[in-house]
C-alpha cells in the first residue's frame, strides 16, 4: 500500500492539470494547461510586448521578439516592480526620507494570462472580458485575479484574458523631458498594446474580438474611464464594445508638464542619482533597477496619507484633456457601460488616527491643495450632515474620487448606462471583489442566491450588454432599468435577518448635489 501512495499522488496530479492545446500568436507557440476539476484551459505568462527594460524603459511597449520552439505557459508571470500609497499627513512631501524595500518582482513584467472553457478550443467565439487589475497605479498583478471564476459564473460562455502592466514611475513617470524622448503614460499604454494583443490573437483562443468588455476594479477602473476616454473617444479601430466600472479611481490628473509632475520627475531624477547628468532620463535609462525601485518606493510613500503619485497625466495624445471635461462632451468609446460603486469608498484611504483633531475644510484642502479656502469651505457645508469630522473626511475621499467619477462615466453613456451599489456592511473599498473572483477570498456575505445575483450582473452585462439577460436562473435580481431613467440603480445589501437585500433605487438628489459640486471645481483638483 504504501508503495502505491506516490504513484496515485502522480496520477492524481496528472489527472488535475493536462496539457492544452498549443496556440500560435504569430511570434510564439504556447501551451497552457487544462483543469481537469472545473474544465477550464489555462495559459499564463503569455508575453504581449518586449521587456521594457534598457533603451525601452519609460517608452512605449513594442512588440515582442519571436520565441523559437512551444513556449510552456504554466507558470504564473512575475510581478511589475511595486510600490505603496502615500503616508505623508501633508501633501506634498518631498523631503521624506523613507528606506527602500528590497525588490520583489521584476521590471520585465508586460504578460497576460488567458482562460477559456473546456479543453479545446471554443469552435464558435465566446465574448471577452479583459480585466484590469486595481491598487493605484503602483501595485497588484495579473496572477492575483483567477479569471476561471468568472468563466464560471457565466456558466462557459466566457474568454477571459488578464493583464499586466508597468506600475509606478516605470509606467507612470510623466514631465516635459519624458514627452520629449519617451512614451507618458507607458502603464495605460501597455494596457492600450494587450488590447490590441486581444484582437488580434484572442480568436485563436475561442474569443470574439467584436464583443470585448474591459473591466477592472479601483486603478483598474480607472485604467477603464481612462480607455472610455482615450484618444478623444475615438479610438480606430475600436478596442472594445462595453466597459465595466467597480469603484472608478479619478485622483488629480495633472497636466504631464504641470508643476507637480515635473516635481515627482525632479525627485525621481535626484534619488536614483542622475542629478548631474547631461540628459537626466538617459541616466535613469541606465540606472540600475534597485536604485529606480528605491525612488519608486520613496516617492510614493511620501505622498498625501491615502494617496497614489504616479497616476496617469494629460498627455495631449492618448489623454487629450481633463477626464470630467471629455465625459461631459460624451466623447467616449465604447457602446455600454455599467457602473459599479462601494458605499464606503473613502474609509480605506483616511488615517484614522486622525479622528479627534481632522477638519473637513482642512483635509479638502490638503487633498486638492489648488481647492482654495472658499471652495474647501463649501466643500465643508456639503458634507457637515455626515456627522463626526472623521465621517465627513471619509465621504469627501470616496465621493470626490471614487463615487462622482462613475456618475460622470454614467452620464456619458445616455443610451446604455447601469448603475449599481455594493452596500453589504460594511461596503467599503475592494470587498467586492471576493463575489467575483472568489478563489482564494472569502466574501462578506456567504449567500448563494445573493452571490450569484451580484457576480452574475457582471459577466450578464458583458455576454449582452443587459444585466436583466440573465444567464444563471438562479439570479433573482429584479428588473435593471438604466440609469439616465430617473436616476434608476439596483442597490445590492443584506437584510438584518441575513437574507439578500437587492432591489432597485433612485439615487439621491444630495449626492447628485455634491457630484455636482466636484464636477465644477474640476479644474482646482485636476480631474
Not at 420 to 426: I, Q, S
Not at 465 to 475: A, C, S
Not at 497 to 511: D, H, M, V, W, Y
Request: charged fraction near 15%; glycine fraction near 8%; include cysteine.
Amino acid at each position: 500500500m504504501r508503495a502505491t501512495l506516490p504513484l496515485l499522488a502522480l496520477l492524481s496530479l496528472a489527472v488535475a492539470q493536462a496539457p492544452a492545446p498549443v496556440v500560435d500568436v504569430g511570434n510564439a507557440q504556447y501551451q497552457g494547461t487544462v483543469n481537469a476539476k472545473n474544465n477550464i484551459s489555462t495559459y499564463f505568462g503569455i508575453r504581449y510586448a518586449a521587456a521594457p527594460v534598457g533603451d525601452l524603459r519609460f517608452r512605449a511597449p513594442q512588440s515582442p521578439p519571436a520565441l523559437a520552439g512551444v513556449q510552456q505557459a504554466t507558470t504564473k508571470p512575475p510581478l511589475c516592480l511595486q510600490a505603496s500609497s502615500g503616508r505623508s499627513p501633508t501633501n506634498p512631501n518631498p523631503k521624506s526620507s523613507l528606506s527602500a524595500r528590497a525588490v520583489q518582482a521584476h521590471e520585465d513584467c508586460l504578460f497576460l494570462n488567458v482562460h477559456f472553457p473546456g479543453s479545446t478550443i471554443p469552435t464558435c467565439r465566446l465574448p471577452v472580458i479583459v480585466w484590469i487589475h486595481g491598487d493605484g497605479y503602483v501595485a497588484g498583478s495579473a496572477s492575483s485575479f483567477n479569471g476561471g471564476d468568472l468563466i464560471i459564473r457565466a456558466k462557459n460562455s466566457v474568454v477571459v484574458v488578464v493583464i499586466q502592466y508597468r506600475l509606478g514611475i516605470f509606467g507612470f513617470l510623466a514631465g516635459s523631458k519624458v514627452k520629449a524622448n519617451g512614451a507618458l503614460n507607458a502603464g495605460l499604454l501597455d494596457q492600450e498594446f494587450a488590447l490590441k494583443w486581444v484582437q488580434q490573437h484572442i480568436s485563436k483562443f475561442g474569443g470574439d474580438p467584436d464583443r470585448v468588455t474591459i473591466w477592472g476594479e479601483s486603478a483598474g477602473a480607472g485604467s477603464v474611464l481612462q480607455h472610455v476616454v482615450a484618444r478623444n473617444g475615438s479610438t480606430n479601430p475600436p478596442l472594445f464594445r462595453a466597459a465595466i466600472s467597480s469603484s472608478s479611481f479619478l485622483p488629480s490628473q495633472h497636466p504631464f508638464d504641470g508643476a507637480v509632475p515635473e516635481r515627482i520627475f525632479s525627485q525621481v531624477v535626484s534619488q536614483a542619482g542622475c542629478g548631474g547628468a547631461p540628459d537626466a532620463l538617459s541616466c535613469l535609462r541606465t540606472a540600475n533597477v534597485s536604485k529606480l525601485q528605491a525612488a519608486n518606493t520613496q516617492v510614493n510613500r511620501a505622498g498625501f496619507f491615502g494617496t497614489f503619485v504616479t497616476v496617469p497625466v494629460v498627455d495631449g495624445d492618448f489623454i487629450t484633456q481633463r477626464p470630467t471635461v471629455a465625459l461631459r462632451q460624451r466623447r467616449v468609446n465604447g457602446e455600454a457601460l455599467l457602473a459599479m460603486t462601494n458605499t464606503h469608498e473613502g474609509n480605506a484611504f483616511v488615517n484614522p488616527s486622525t479622528a479627534a483633531t481632522v477638519k473637513a475644510a482642512n483635509y479638502a484642502l490638503r487633498l486638492f491643495p489648488d481647492l482654495g479656502t472658499a471652495n474647501a469651505a463649501a466643500a465643508a457645508r456639503l458634507y457637515a450632515p455626515f456627522g463626526s469630522p472623521i465621517n465627513q473626511v471619509n465621504a469627501i475621499m470616496g465621493e470626490s474620487i471614487f463615487v462622482c467619477p462613475s456618475y460622470f462615466m454614467l452620464d456619458a453613456f445616455p443610451a446604455a448606462s447601469f448603475k449599481g451599489e455594493f452596500a453589504v456592511p460594511n461596503g467599503s473599498h475592494a470587498e467586492d471583489i471576493a463575489f467575483y473572483f472568489p478563489s482564494g477570498r472569502t466574501p462578506a456575505f456567504k449567500n448563494l442566491p445573493f452571490v450569484i445575483s451580484f457576480a452574475g450582473a457582471f459577466v450578464d452585462f458583458a455576454t449582452s450588454l443587459d444585466p436583466n439577460e440573465k444567464i444563471d436562473n438562479g439570479n433573482i435580481t429584479p428588473l435593471w432599468s438604466k440609469y439616465l431613467v430617473e436616476h434608476s440603480e439596483m442597490l445590492f445589501n443584506r437584510t438584518a435577518n441575513g437574507r439578500p437585500g437587492i432591489r432597485a433605487i433612485t439615487t439621491s438628489a444630495a449626492l447628485l448635489q455634491r457630484c455636482a459640486f466636484w464636477e465644477s471645481v474640476g479644474h482646482l483638483t485636476a480631474q
